[in-house]
Structures are given as C-alpha cells and as structure tokens.
C-alpha cells in the first residue's frame, strides 16, 4: 500500500496516468487500493514473453480478452472456506522428514460443498471485487436475445446469440452461458457454467452468431442418496453474458421428466461427517450431510 501510494501521488500530481500490472499466480486483495490508480492489468504469471505481452496491451496493439477464471473478493473473509481454513495440526504426530526436518500432519476439512467460488458469491448474495467471468476491453459488445431451437430439451438443445461490437476499436469477447435448475429435492447454486467461446477478432460494427449446445448430463447434479448423477425435471433458465454477474439475455427451457444420467458405485466415504453448506427456503443454513471433500 506504501508503495501504491507514493507512486499514486507521484505520477497523479504531474497529471500521469499510473496502472498496476500483477504478476502472481492467484487471487490477490485489490479493494483497498483500486480506487487509487487508472487501471490494474492482471498479467498472471506469463513468463519470458512477459514484457511484450503486457506493452502491447498497454500501448493499444491488443486488444485484452482476457476474463477471469477466479472470483477476488473484496476481502478474506468473504471466502466460503475462510471459516475453516488453514484447519487443525497435530504436533504430536510428528514425524522426521527429509534433512531431519520435523513434518507437522493437519487436516483441513471443506465444508462449501458444493458452493465453491462463484457458485458461493451468487447464490448468498456476497458481493465481489471483481465476479468470475470480468474482464475489460478497448470496446464494447452487445448481445441479441437468445434463439433457442426448442423450449424443451430431449437429448439437446442449441442456443445461439449474436455479438455485436459497438465500439470503435476491433477485438474479442468472450460469451459465458449460465443455467439455473429449478429448486427440487436436491440443493442447487444460483447459476452454474455451461459452456464458453471467444469470438473472432471482430471489427467496429462486426458480429458474429454463438452457438452452444446443452445436453441432459450437462443439466445432472450428484444425488448422495442415490449414488447417480440426476437431471431434474422442470423449468430451466439459460443466461448468457460477459460474467457471471454481467448477464446480457436469459430464455427458458423444461426438461420434461426427471432423467437419471449416471449410475455410480459409493466410494471415497469421509471419513467424518462434514458439516455442509446448504442454501435452502433461501437461508444460510448448515446440515450435516455424508457428502463433501476433506484434505489431510
């Protein structure tokens, strides 16, 4: 932040623009200084051609694509395993390990179950830095509204949508299909993602028409009780758009009955009951459940 701001004041009092470029590998806390600078370029960890990639972006001979495959939240807490992370050690089970250092067991045990990352944030509601799916351009897009080649789904369903760049500057966007299962027996996330496709490198006033196809297993959860993979029957909605939160057109479609795309075996018991998260009558509420993911 020391550092932020001495630049910030710097630059910004010769009337110089100042833009961040973080080089990490993973989420990193951005709400408490983005208001200071003109613009964060998040270059990941590109490596040798690191220098090239970065000046072409920034002086304009490309056009940034880029969206995002992680929520950043606006603090740590926000994250649904902040609770329970970093877990528990167990000092004494220690063990000698390479070059006579001492090896510390833990356990972390996850209890989000199937709210992980932006599945989380949309469905209680908690507000991000920046949502899964956000990314920034020299231009802009529109979208048409959705075409569906059919309002029920048997084994498939195409559903396309034509991007538009309204802007003055070519480039391409990246198109996010989300669904929404209707609530039944089984707890379900706001939106899920579906599917995803960068257009071409479309010119001012250019479009181009998405294509995506859903199929039955795309619409299955993980049913515990029942060891298989469940397409719910009822009324679905597709959403398409930019992000996650950024949804530009939204259509519906039903699934007639209820299909059971999966048959599996029960393997990989927890070894303790875990205490997941669920969202149900639209309260954060915890049940314990037999399902869910533990690390040791």
């Known amino acids: 932040h020391e550092l932020i701001d001495k630049v910030e004041q710097t630059f910004h009092s010769r009337n110089k623009k100042v833009v961040v470029i973080i080089n990490a590998g993973g989420v990193i806390e951005v709400a408490s200084w983005r208001n200071k600078v003109d613009a964060i370029l998040l270059a990941w960890q590109p490596g040798l051609e690191a220098g090239n990639a970065v000046v072409d972006v920034l002086n304009g001979k490309t056009n940034p694509s880029g969206k995002l495959a992680e929520t950043f939240p606006m603090k740590y807490d926000d994250v649904a395993s902040a609770k329970t992370f970093p877990g528990k050690s167990f000092p004494e089970k220690a ?5 006579g250092m001492k090896k510390i067991p833990g356990e972390v045990i996850y209890e989000d179950g199937i ?7 949309n469905s ?7 949502e899964f799916g956000y990314g920034l351009s020299y231009t802009s897009f529109s979208y048409s509204p959705i075409k569906l080649s059919s309002t029920t789904l048997s084994k498939t369903l195409q559903a396309s949508v034509t991007v538009i760049n309204t802007g003055k500057t070519a480039g391409k966007e990246i198109v996010q299909v989300y669904v929404s299962a209707p609530k039944d027996r089984l707890d379900k996330p706001e939106d899920e993602l579906k599917a995803f496709a960068k257009t071409g490198l479309l010119q001012p006033g250019q479009s181009q028409t998405m294509q995506f ?26 959403k398409i758009g930019s992000s996650s939160t950024h949804i530009l057109q939204s259509s519906d479609f039903s699934l007639p009955k209820t299909v059971v795309t999966e048959k599996c075996h029960k393997v990989l018991q927890p070894v303790a ?5 669920k969202n149900l009558a639209s309260e954060q509420t915890r049940t314990i459940s037999d399902t869910g993911r533990t690390g040791k």
């Open 95 to 99: 063990v000698v390990g390479e070059f």
């Open 213 to 238: 196809t859903l199929s039955v297993p795309d619409l299955a959860s993980y049913n515990t009780s029942l060891s298989a993979w469940v397409a719910d029957a009822g009324t679905y909605k597709i």
């Open 124 to 130: 209680f509601h908690v507000q991000p830095a920046y």
């Open 273 to 277: 009951p875990i205490n997941e998260l």
């Open 115 to 121: 709210y992980v990352g932006y599945r989380y944030y």
